[in-house]
């Protein structure tokens, strides 16, 4: 590897972790008194829009998208009528294109607003459908801690999955944080 290579790929990969900090912190919400406007959020969903119908139209790929505001963040989803096969190579394997799509779509409102996006993108419902396993995937582990008394480590996963899973975890009275770095993210799961 070269080392323009090199510098490249540790660029990259801090800019990464930027992200994903950022994202983290912002998954906890907006600090007190810095709540977002509806119409500014409204502006990053027409911006990401715009941006994922270039890439959609780039990529041939037919699919109608949806902006929702709720909860102080921006909703994405891009759906189509049809199974469109186009679309779920979007997703990816474990989402991992989508979650790459998602960060595009957040620099796209960076670059355009030069304001930090939380904006959620779901391709054909995966999100959802992701959102039962993880809650399934706490539930195990809170079990799994119930009985042997010992904590419980799950595998990697985004930010946005932690946070749901950190909720669920909560919500059945147990507790959990984040451990580990980059790709290797986890959550345990423990009882106090």
Known sequence: ?????????????S???????????????????KSISVSRLEEE????????????????IDGDIDIEVRNGRTYISIAAEDDSEGL??????????????QELARLSVLSATENRSRLV?????????????????????VAKVKETGAPVALEPMSAYERKIVHDAV???????ESDGEGAGRHIVVSAD
Do not use: H
């Not at 080392?3 to 490249?8: A, L, Q």
């Not at 993108?121 to 582990?141: F, P, S, T």
């Open 170 to 176: 909560a919500d059945l009275g147990f507790v959990s």
């Open 15 to 33: 800019t990464e972790e930027l992200a994903e900090a950022a994202v983290e912190t912002s998954e906890e919400g907006a600090p007190a008194g």
């Open 121 to 141: 993108l779901d391709i054909n419902g995966y999100r959802k459908e992701r959102a039962g396993d993880l809650q399934q995937i706490a539930e195990d582990a």
């Open 88 to 101: 779920e190579s979007l997703v990816g394997r474990d989402g991992e294109v989508l979650e790459a799509l």
């Open 45 to 60: 969903g027409d911006v990401a829009a715009d941006y994922l119908e270039e890439l959609l139209d780039i990529a041939d």
């Open 1 to 13: 590897m070269s080392v323009e290579s090199t510098e490249e790929a540790t660029a990259a990969a």
